[in-house]
Each structure stands twice: as structure tokens, then as C-alpha cells.
């Protein structure tokens, strides 16, 4: 099945540094959603974008929903040790309407104290 | 509170043996789903619901069956063709379309022994 391709697949850093991670299609979404996976329980939304160019913010999160429909950005600020864990990016609707999500293959996040 | 529960937790199938996976949800969502997850990899779909009565195969079905008999249940089964059942399976509701995202339960880790 289609896939999105999301970067970097791991990230080890240092407590209180910022991490951004991204996720690009050769399709156009309708909307961009990212997720948190903790360590054995499910995904839990974190930001949904609706607007080409739109940037919000959830906390010491903030994503952006790419201009050109087809990518999108996810930055923490100042991570701590409890953002730990796999992001995942998803798109939906646009030139892929399937009716379904189609999610990225997921960034790990690991944060050294 | 709404949500989505997935039972049991933790669950260990002998070979050869049939094993079914609970989902409900209480979200009154018209779309359900069933991924499976291994480790280190993305989210695999399996099958998925857009209304009672109906379902579709996803990307790896093979070895699995699912029914939805009521709007709030969706359970999988996994079969004894499924080579390699141990994993993490993750069920997700939605409104139709999937716009403001899913709603993932807890997940089930199935363990063959």
C-alpha cells in the first residue's frame, strides 16, 4: 500500500535540544495529521493541519502543513525525557482519497537525560 | 468518556490455535480498523470497516478474518494460516473519510508459543 516518506527513521538526542522530523508524498493531502506512540499503547494525536501553509502549535510542539500540499513538519522544543517514544505523520483525503489515513513509516525518538 | 478498548492486554496463542482480538468503541464512529505493528516497523493494515455488515482486506489479510455485526464491535481473528502472528495489533475507529484522524485503542500483543 502507498506509504509516506517520513524522516529521519531515528533520532537520539540530548535532553533540551529541539528535534524536527518530516514527512513528504508525491500526493496531495487534504489534511496532515502527526501522532505519539509511547512505548507499547497506541498512537495518540498530537496536531491536525487542515490548510496548505498552516502552522500550529500543541505546547512545545509546533507542525506545519506544506504550501505545496505534499509534506509536512513536526519540530519539539526543548525535549525532555518524556517525549520519548515513535512519531508518526499521516495524510488523508486529496489526490490519495481512499477514504483511509496513509501513514509514514515513523521517527523514533530517544532522549538521553 | 468515549473511547476505544482493546482486550485482552497481553495474549498467547499455541500454535496451530485460533485466537480472536476484541475491539469496541463507544465513539459512535462509522470506520474501524486493524493494523498490525512489529517491531521497528510502521503501521501494517490488515482489514478495515467503513460501515456494519461490511469490510475490506488491507494491505497483509492473509491469515486473518474479521466481522462487524455492530457498530461499536470489531473484532479480528487470527488464524492458524498466519505464519507469523506475533505482534502488536492496534484497532483505530473513525468517522467516515477519517478528516479529523483515528482514534487508536491501547493495542493487544499476541505471542505464539
Known amino acids: 500500500g502507498q506509504q509516506l516518506n517520513q524522516s529521519p527513521q531515528s533520532m537520539f538526542i540530548q535532553e533540551g535540544e529541539d528535534v524536527s522530523m518530516n514527512c513528504t508524498s508525491s500526493s496531495i493531502f487534504n489534511t496532515w495529521l502527526w501522532y505519539k506512540q509511547d512505548p507499547g499503547e497506541g498512537p495518540v494525536l498530537l496536531i491536525a493541519?487542515?490548510?496548505?501553509?498552516e502552522l500550529t502549535s500543541n505546547g512545545r510542539l509546533t507542525a506545519q502543513f506544506g504550501i505545496t500540499r505534499k509534506d509536512s513538519f513536526l519540530n519539539i522544543s526543548a525535549s525532555i525525557p518524556s517525549d520519548v517514544g515513535i512519531y508518526f505523520c499521516a495524510g488523508q483525503g486529496g489526490s490519495s482519497n481512499t477514504g483511509k489515513l496513509i501513514f509514514g513509516q515513523g521517527t523514533t525518538l530517544q532522549v538521553k537525560p | 468518556d468515549g473511547g476505544i478498548t482493546q482486550s485482552p492486554k497481553y495474549l498467547f496463542r499455541k500454535e496451530g490455535q485460533n485466537v480472536t482480538l476484541s475491539c469496541e468503541q463507544n465513539l459512535n464512529h462509522d470506520a474501524m480498523y486493524w493494523y498490525r505493528q512489529d517491531p521497528g516497523q510502521g503501521l501494517r493494515l490488515i482489514y478495515y470497516?467503513?460501515?456494519?455488515?461490511?469490510?475490506q482486506k488491507g494491505d497483509i489479510a492473509e491469515g486473518y478474518s474479521v466481522s462487524r455485526e455492530k457498530k461499536e464491535s470489531f473484532p479480528l481473528t487470527v488464524t492458524s494460516a498466519q505464519k507469523n502472528p506475533t505482534a502488536f495489533y492496534l484497532c483505530?475507529?473513525?468517522?467516515?473519510?477519517?478528516?479529523?484522524?483515528?482514534?487508536f485503542g491501547s493495542g493487544t500483543r499476541l505471542t505464539v508459543v
Open positions: 483505530a475507529s473513525s468517522i467516515q473519510g477519517g478528516y479529523y484522524g483515528y482514534t
Open positions: 493541519l487542515y490548510k496548505a501553509g
Open positions: 470497516s467503513q460501515i456494519v455488515n461490511d469490510f
